[in-house]
């Protein structure tokens, strides 16, 4: 039989301190963001239109950032995930420089962390992976751990190493896109007065809005960031898997739920911090799916008084609306109904502070 073919790498494969150079270099294009919006119906205005972008001091519309992070985590999934059982979280993922049509982007991942399982089957992979432009500038980075199986369960268990991950991105870490201004910010075009100052920590939004996922839709999306996953194309294989059908691919989630919360926060204008995150169940085509999101936190941002930022916790349902804001239960596990569970910071601007008095003039 010939070699030449992977079957992708399994839990003895890695070691801590392995660094991945994936393949393959992948070069955006509008085309690529159009698709990306016919796929996902995102209307956030600074992704929208060049016009919008600019007057923010971005030299054109940037592609969407979920857009950016699914395409460099397709890349790492013929070498990380391949022969993974499940993707299990996130943590410290950071935004860096925009990425705009004609850029390209190559990825690379090092293994920060392995844990054996107790079945003896099984293994957690950790790894750090990051995207870079053309310049070598970090485009974006992030931590995901993965449940991967052993090509032999009598191999021995490898020295547990679990990584510290911090619970969120500090305030002091978030990239701010360099010489951003929103003096001009238009929130009639935005499509909400609703800024910055307006959101209180705990309060809770219902997007209202469904959508549901079409079978070729997920699966043309995955497509369009090359990830491999056999669980989402290869229904001859899943008839036979877990679930008998193709799973959607969790990304193709994480960008709905982001597209969903336009109606509550459409000035939250760009994602600068992938803080955690956990695919509590999966979804299948013809599920319906829906959103709601708590502010966790609102931060000051250094040296800046016309920008703030939010940190978001948005919950994805499959076919149940989230006025009753379905989530964690008493003990501690999910409603039935939650797909998703995605704690990110995004930027968006405040109020104008009113203008100084002059002196001697009165209130």
């Not at 052993?150 to 870490?173: H, I, M, N, Q, W």
């Not at 600068?272 to 959103?291: E, L, Q």
């Not at 966790?296 to 006025?323: E, F, H, Q, V, Y």
Request: glycine share 10%; with cysteine; aromatic share 10%.
């Amino acid at each position: 039989m010939s070699e030449k073919t992977s079957f992708g790498n399994f839990f003895e494969d890695f070691r801590v301190g392995q660094t991945i150079a994936h393949a393959t270099p992948r070069t955006i294009t509008e085309g690529d963001a159009a698709l990306y919006t016919a796929l996902t119906g995102s209307r956030f205005a600074t992704t929208s239109a060049d016009t919008f972008a600019q007057q923010l001091s971005f030299r054109r519309a940037p592609v969407d950032n979920l857009m950016a992070f699914n395409v460099v985590f397709g890349k790492t999934v013929p070498d990380i995930s391949l022969n993974a059982v499940a993707n299990l979280g996130y943590a410290a993922g950071r935004f860096g420089h925009r990425v705009y049509p004609g850029d390209t982007l190559t990825a690379e991942s090092t293994v920060i962390g392995l844990k054996e399982n107790r079945d003896g089957q099984t293994g957690i992979v950790y790894v750090r992976s990051r995207g870079v432009n053309q310049l070598g500038q970090v485009a974006l980075e992030f931590c995901r751990w993965v449940m991967i199986r052993k090509r032999d369960a009598a191999s021995p268990a490898p020295e547990t190493v679990v990584p510290e991950l911090p619970d969120a991105v500090a305030v002091g870490d978030l990239v701010v896109p360099a010489g951003i201004r929103v003096e001009n910010y238009d929130t009639a075009l935005a499509g909400s007065t609703d800024l910055w100052d307006d959101y209180r920590v705990g309060e809770r939004i219902d997007h209202v809005d469904g959508m549901t996922i079409e079978e070729s839709e997920h699966m043309m999306a995955t497509r369009l960031y090359q990830n491999t996953a056999r669980v989402h194309f290869n229904q001859h294989a899943e008839k036979d898997g877990r679930f008998g059908r193709r799973i959607v691919y969790g990304g193709y989630v994480i960008s709905l739920a982001r597209a969903l919360s336009f109606n509550g926060l459409a000035n939250a204008f760009t994602i600068v911090a992938i803080n955690g995150g956990r695919h509590v169940s999966p979804a299948f085509a013809g599920d319906t799916v829906y959103a709601w999101s708590e502010v966790i936190d609102s931060l000051s941002l250094p040296g800046r008084n016309d920008l703030g930022a939010l940190r978001l916790r948005t919950i994805a349902t499959k076919d149940c609306r989230c006025a009753n804001f379905p989530g964690r239960l008493a003990d501690g596990g999910y409603d039935p109904s939650v797909l998703l569970d995605f704690d990110y910071t995004v930027l968006m601007p405040k109020k104008p502070e009113p203008p100084a008095a002059l002196p001697g003039s009165t209130a």
